[in-house]
């Protein structure tokens, strides 16, 4: 019957689509990763570069994206917790809530690269920090806070509500009840939300552009006042900026970035598959 | 001997379910007081009015006074922390924190700052006693709660409540999801325990209501019916509406 | 209760309240410090030449709009290309994909979105560019249409993402009561469950195709940076320059202060609104929405 060819003939394009969208992504990181292997190796990982850039290793940029890292998680992991939290716990409903949530959904939608403008007025020009560690990384903390926000809170509401009620009714301050029932409860989604915003901060570059990326730092950073190379920043000096750059040494580098990235896209799929078989609710 | 006496309680919801109009009762100490009528009527309303379980809930408007020991707990300046250790409730269904069976005795116990090991196995032991679980859990105490079949689960409740040593126990539509034999269970409980709590039941059914009352409530759409003795009020009610859904022409 | 316990309570909510509040301080911080350094343009350039179709600030030319139509062809291209595929992909997980494929199928997209985009402008460089320019013929591989495709690449998981969440709440019940009168699945997935998941999709394109504005590596690397007026159809095959790459490839020459520097934190002004405008009318469409089904469900 016709209605039904039309659905088979629908299905097949809808199956096409798919397709089309998925293998362009496994064939990208397939791709990389053999093109990026051959580069690899203890020199590669561990060196300062050298011939500007065009030998030696990416050591400097990997320690920093490390950094820059650690930065913004010790800025916008305990505010993003704290700011899901009133949103699950305290806020009522009423228009300031309502302005926040606005605020954080702007805050998702501004460009990485006007974050980067605001990071180069505010830190780096206005504070003084000057392009350094510390600027880049408080830019990508804010950056990263609706990402934390958003998913946090959503961990923690999908803690049943019985359990907070049960917990009030034994004598328990709400305080006493986030920390003791819902915050561990809430824990394994608050982590996964939190490794997915942290692999979104490593993997910009426009943000720490005039913030703290270095072009070419052929040491480690020595404080948090020092500008610091960065992976995602360094593959686009090297496949843009320096005239006849090995192609190898761009595919190593894009490689060490995508393992650096999907690393953290693993163990944040770990932690939340392991705490669903876990679950006791 | 009266434990609570409520005077004059009105209260609406901001979502109009559910309210209580001018409700006026005296409840007994040593007793088992049962609430009953058809859903909708006030029961679990009032009995989160004794624990302020409310405050957590949009409460439009709320009059009247509940005494306890001759103090208003629905003053605003009442401790409403130390008011929920004198008052433990038990939910219709079985909710066990997610910890270990232990944990879950001892949750009220440390909240309140109780850290001496001998007083929390002494908790432990005798609150599980007084629930009727304790010889099936004692060998497995350090077990996740949840593992536990419903019924055992909704004593480890009641336990977890008694653990505190309140003064009242709320019971709301306690053994609604239970199999009779841990109905039976529960019951018998209750009737061990009246000899030193107050006990406020919301039965989740008639029939329940009458085995178990010493005092019994009748309320429809938030109003107090008929209030009395729990062996008159089921043979001999003085209402129509009471009568009618005693034996069961509606509700 | 005891006084200490009191005081840490009470410090605490006030600490997590603070920080409930401090998405809207960081909103206003960054629209305060991008006006305080981009308002001055106003009054350093004329508006004629602001709103002229010449960049070239070398020589004092500050013309925004082939900046600004640079950006909307770009993100036009990346549109007709993420919206069938967004919403198709969406519609196979959520409506026909076996539950093992969608297992694999949701997190593949998931990771689409996580890959810096600095990896696809790199790979957009050595293959996909080359590779147009051979198979279209095209004078060179570097235009707005390479950056449209990596676009597309990156708004395609917020697509899917929202549009599969929003398929996916639509109660079962308005399926099985299509399936009851007798309308297959395809036809229960067009007439019933597309529709009724309608504005969670609209956010989803909204959400995708605001990313796809804002989206700044991967469109400099590809799209050949000539601040051309890209105005005919013909433009989207010819190279291109958006304000995100603008404010990319010059800030870090400019000395802070000049005429450049504060016209570029203008077009950031720019950016900044329309991001709010998107993520307001995207936001604006789950609100209505929500009340609509509360006078439905009241």
């Known amino acids: 019957m016709n209605r039904h060819l039309s659905q088979r003939l629908g299905f097949s394009l809808l199956t096409l689509i798919a397709i089309i969208t998925v293998v362009p992504i496994i064939s990208v990181i397939v791709y990389i990763f053999l093109q990026g292997s051959p580069a690899i190796s203890r020199e590669f990982l561990l060196a300062v570069p050298r011939s500007g850039m065009r030998e030696g290793g990416i050591f400097p940029a990997i320690i920093g994206t490390f950094y820059l890292t650690i930065g913004t998680a010790i800025f916008s992991v305990p505010l993003g917790i704290a700011a899901a939290i009133y949103l699950s716990e305290y806020a009522p409903d009423n228009a300031w809530t309502r302005i926040i949530r606005l605020a954080i959904i702007n805050l998702a939608g501004i460009p990485s690269v006007v974050y980067g403008l605001f990071g180069l007025g505010l830190f780096v020009l206005f504070l003084k920090f000057g392009t350094s560690i510390l600027a880049a990384s408080l830019t990508l903390s804010i950056m990263t806070l609706p990402v934390i926000i958003s998913t946090s809170e959503e961990a923690l509401r999908a803690v049943p509500q019985s359990f907070r009620t049960v917990s009030v009714s034994l004598g328990a301050t709400r305080w006493q009840t986030i920390r003791r029932i819902v915050l561990p409860q809430g824990l394994p989604g608050i982590l996964t939300g939190v490794i997915l915003g942290l692999e979104r901060a490593a993997g910009e570059t426009a943000p720490i552009l005039f913030t703290g990326a270095a072009f070419f730092l052929p040491r480690l950073p020595g404080s948090i006042f020092d500008a610091t190379m960065a992976l995602p920043y360094h593959l686009f000096v090297i496949s843009t900026q320096v005239p006849e750059m090995p192609i190898q040494i761009q595919y190593g580098t894009a490689l060490v970035l995508l393992i650096f990235v999907l690393g953290m896209n693993l163990i944040a799929t770990v932690i939340r598959s392991r705490a669903r078989a876990r679950r006791q609710w | 001997m009266n434990k609570l006496v409520i005077e004059n309680l009105s209260l609406q919801y901001a979502d109009g379910t559910e309210s209580l109009s001018n409700i006026n009762m005296d409840i007994a100490k040593n007793a088992i007081t049962v609430l009953f009528g058809p859903a909708g009527g006030g029961k679990s309303t009032l009995l989160r009015c004794i624990n302020r379980l409310n405050d957590l809930t949009d409460v439009e408007t709320m009059s009247g006074r509940i005494m306890m020991d001759g103090e208003d707990i629905l003053n605003p300046a009442t401790d409403t922390i130390a008011l929920r250790r004198k008052v433990g409730m038990v939910f219709a269904r079985p909710v066990v924190l997610p910890m270990s069976i232990r944990k879950n005795l001892t949750y009220g116990l440390e909240l309140a700052g109780e850290k001496r090991k001998s007083k929390l196995e002494e908790a432990v032991e005798r609150s599980l006693k007084l629930a009727a679980i304790w010889d099936e859990v004692k060998d497995r105490l350090e077990e996740p709660a949840i593992a536990l079949s419903g019924g055992q689960q909704q004593r480890i409740c009641l336990a977890r409540s008694l653990a505190q040593q309140p003064e009242v126990i709320l019971l709301d539509e306690p053994t609604s999801g239970l199999d009779p034999i841990s109905t039976g269970k529960v019951e018998a409980a209750l009737q061990e325990l009246k000899k030193d709590y107050t006990i406020i039941l919301v039965p989740h059914s008639v029939q329940q209501a009458a085995r178990t009352a010493d005092y019994a409530a009748f309320f429809l759409q938030g109003e107090l019916v008929e209030y009395g003795n729990g062996d008159e009020l089921f043979t001999n009610p003085q209402e129509q509406r009471t009568e009618d859904y005693v034996t069961g022409r509606f509700g | ?298």
């Open chain 3, 1 to 298: 209760m005891d006084k200490d316990l009191n005081w840490r309570e009470f410090i605490i909510t006030r600490a997590i309240k603070a920080s409930g509040y401090s998405a809207i301080v960081f909103v206003a911080l960054i629209f305060i410090f991008l006006l305080r350094e981009g308002l001055p343009t106003l009054g350093e350039v004329d508006l004629s030449t602001l709103f002229s179709v010449r960049w070239y600030p070398i020589e004092d030319y500050f013309g925004i709009l082939p900046l600004i139509t640079g950006s909307l062809i770009v993100t036009l291209g990346a549109a007709l290309v993420a919206i069938p595929f967004g919403i198709g992909t969406a519609v196979y997980i959520s409506e026909i994909a076996p539950r093992a494929v969608r297992e694999v199928l949701k997190p593949l997209v998931e990771l689409l979105g996580g890959l810096p985009s600095v990896v696809l402008g790199f790979l957009g460089i050595l293959v996909l560019s080359p590779w147009l320019r051979t198979t279209f013929d095209l004078p060179t591989g570097l235009t707005a249409f390479t950056g449209s495709l990596l676009l597309a690449a990156i708004a395609v998981p917020t697509i899917v993402s929202v549009a599969e969440d929003a398929l996916d709440t639509v109660p079962r019940s308005y399926r099985e009561a299509a399936w009851a009168i007798g309308a297959t699945h395809w036809q229960t997935i067009w007439r019933v469950t597309l529709p009724a998941a309608r504005s969670g999709v609209m956010t989803g394109i909204m959400l995708g195709i605001g990313r796809a504005i804002g989206e700044t590596m991967a469109v400099m690397m590809v799209t050949g940076n000539a601040p051309v007026m890209a105005i005919r159809p013909g433009s989207l095959f010819e190279p291109a320059r958006t304000m995100t790459a603008t404010i990319a490839a010059e800030m870090g020459e400019v000395a802070s202060g000049s005429v450049h520097y504060h016209t570029l934190f203008f077009i950031g002004i720019v950016l900044f609104l329309i991001s709010l405008a998107v993520n307001v009318a995207a936001s604006s469409v789950i609100f209505r929405s929500k009340k609509r089904s509360e006078r439905i469900l009241s």
